[in-house]
């Protein structure tokens, strides 16, 4: 059994694993080939809350569409926004074009971690991981499958917050000066293919013996986390406007929750227990059911009411065709799925 104390061999064996192992990932360049900094932030940006399977398509589409940094500094927010419509924490894309604006106008990413964490919606995970992959930085970059990692590693069993300082700076100690940008990446894929939450495969881990939970044999019981207190809910009614075919959709305010994006009319969403269903026009309003979407903190239960309309309803809006609609974001998709029957497109 090797002692934590050896820990000094963990960077040569896992960038040796890494070597043989690394994921193939649309965003990323072959081992040995330099990093575009511009497609590092927009990975970095997209995977924060969001798995890679759900990430990928949202990335290519990106790049496809603005290959360069200066080419989405130069979008529209609307765009931006509408390409954004199901990746979900709609933050994200604001700050994603507030930031490619303020490096477009810089004439380029800054080269080090703290000049990254200057930047609009960039924090310490994200400006160390943009450093070290995209710079070479010596930096650590520790998000959630880092944390299990070394969670295991280390068989931490105090209070959690502590115990993530306590790997943090473990990491950080570990991390080499040659190939800092591959041994982040390395632990990233460790975590994610082989040091999973639930079964993880020790049996293959390049770190087995060095591993003090594996040596208590219950891997999975960490990390030893607070249990998640359980989210509020709040109600709220969603009101699909219906004419030949499409649907009214409207623009929510720029500030606050989903600020910016598409959306069906809706009431304010409370806590406690549902509004009363008050319809922005009077209509033949039909109840078609509910929805339930989960956000960051709080699970929404949305009543959908639909009504056919010969005329404009009151307001700004748009008629739109929901088979082609691809700008809205989940929680409406979902709402509007239910009133035409699934017909909604989504990427």
Same mark, same amino acid.
């Given at each position: 059994?090797?002692?934590?104390?050896?820990?000094?061999?963990?960077?040569?064996?896992?960038?040796?694993?890494?070597?043989?192992?690394?994921?193939?990932?649309?965003?990323?360049?072959?081992?040995?080939?330099?990093?575009?900094?511009?497609?590092?932030?927009?990975?970095?940006?997209?995977?924060?809350?969001?798995?890679?399977?759900?990430?990928?398509?949202?990335?290519?589409?990106?790049?496809?569409?603005?290959?360069?940094?200066?080419?989405?500094?130069?979008?529209?927010?609307?765009?931006?926004?509408?390409?954004?419509?199901?990746?979900?924490?709609?933050?994200?894309?604001?700050?994603?074009?507030?930031?490619?604006?303020?490096?477009?106008?810089?004439?380029?990413?800054?080269?080090?971690?703290?000049?990254?964490?200057?930047?609009?919606?960039?924090?310490?995970?994200?400006?160390?991981?943009?450093?070290?992959?995209?710079?070479?930085?010596?930096?650590?970059?520790?998000?959630?499958?880092?944390?299990?990692v070394f969670a295991r590693l280390m068989? *931490?069993?105090?209070?959690? &917050? @502590?115990?993530?300082?306590?790997? +943090?700076? /473990?990491?950080?100690?570990?991390? #080499?000066? =040659?190939?800092?940008?591959?041994?982040?990446e390395a632990l990233m894929d460790l975590?994610?293919?082989?040091?999973?939450?639930?079964?993880?495969?020790?049996?293959?881990?390049?770190l087995t013996d060095m591993c003090a939970?594996?040596?208590?044999?219950?891997?999975?019981?960490?990390?030893?986390?607070?249990?998640?207190?359980?989210?509020?809910?709040?109600?709220?009614?969603?009101?699909?406007?219906?004419?030949?075919?499409?649907?009214?959709?409207?623009?929510?305010?720029?500030?606050?929750?989903?600020?910016?994006?598409?959306?069906?009319?809706?009431?304010?969403?409370?806590?406690?227990?549902?509004?009363?269903?008050?319809?922005?026009?009077?209509?033949?309003?039909?109840?078609?059911?509910?929805?339930?979407?989960?956000?960051?903190?709080?699970?929404?239960? *949305?009543?959908?009411?639909? &009504? @056919?309309?010969?005329?404009?309803? +009151?307001? /700004?809006?748009?008629?739109?065709? #929901?088979? =082609?609609?691809?700008?809205?974001?989940?929680?409406?998709?979902?709402?509007?799925?239910?009133?035409?029957?699934?017909?909604?497109?989504?990427?």
């Open positions: 059994m090797t002692r934590r104390s050896d820990f000094r061999e963990l960077p040569a064996r896992l960038l040796a694993w890494f070597d043989r192992h690394a994921r193939v990932l649309p965003w990323r360049a072959p081992i040995g080939v330099a990093r575009d900094p511009y497609r590092v932030w927009l990975a970095e940006i997209m995977l924060q809350q969001t798995t890679v399977p759900h990430a990928a398509p949202y990335f290519q589409a990106f790049t496809q569409r603005w290959p360069r940094v200066e080419d989405l500094a130069a979008a529209p927010e609307e765009d931006v926004m509408r390409a954004w419509a199901g990746l979900g924490y709609y933050a994200r894309a604001r700050n994603l074009l507030k930031c490619a604006r303020e490096v477009a106008a810089r004439g380029g990413f800054p080269g080090t971690s703290a000049g990254l964490r200057e930047l609009p919606g960039i924090g310490p995970y994200t400006a160390g991981a943009i450093a070290a992959i995209a710079f070479g930085e010596r930096s650590a970059a520790v998000d959630g499958n880092v944390d299990r068989a *931490l069993k105090g209070e959690w &917050a @502590e115990e993530k300082k306590r790997l +943090a700076a /473990e990491v950080a100690r570990l991390v #080499p000066d =040659e190939r800092p940008g591959d041994f982040a975590g994610a293919t082989i040091c999973t939450p639930a079964a993880p495969n020790c049996m293959i881990c390049p939970a594996r040596a208590e044999g219950a891997p999975e019981r960490y990390p030893v986390k607070p249990p998640k207190v359980a989210k509020p809910v709040r109600y709220g009614h969603a009101w699909v406007y219906r004419r030949r075919g499409k649907v009214w959709l409207v623009r929510r305010p720029p500030e606050g929750l989903l600020g910016g994006m598409l959306a069906l009319p809706s009431a304010v969403w409370q806590e406690g227990e549902a509004p009363e269903a008050v319809p922005p026009s009077k209509a033949d309003w039909q109840a078609l059911g509910e929805v339930r979407h989960v956000f960051t903190h709080f699970t929404l239960r *949305l009543s959908v009411w639909q &009504a @056919e309309t010969p005329r404009n309803p +009151a307001g /700004e809006g748009m008629w739109a065709d #929901p088979e =082609e609609e691809t700008g809205l974001p989940t929680v409406f998709a979902k709402a509007l799925a239910l009133a035409t029957g699934g017909k909604v497109r989504r990427r």
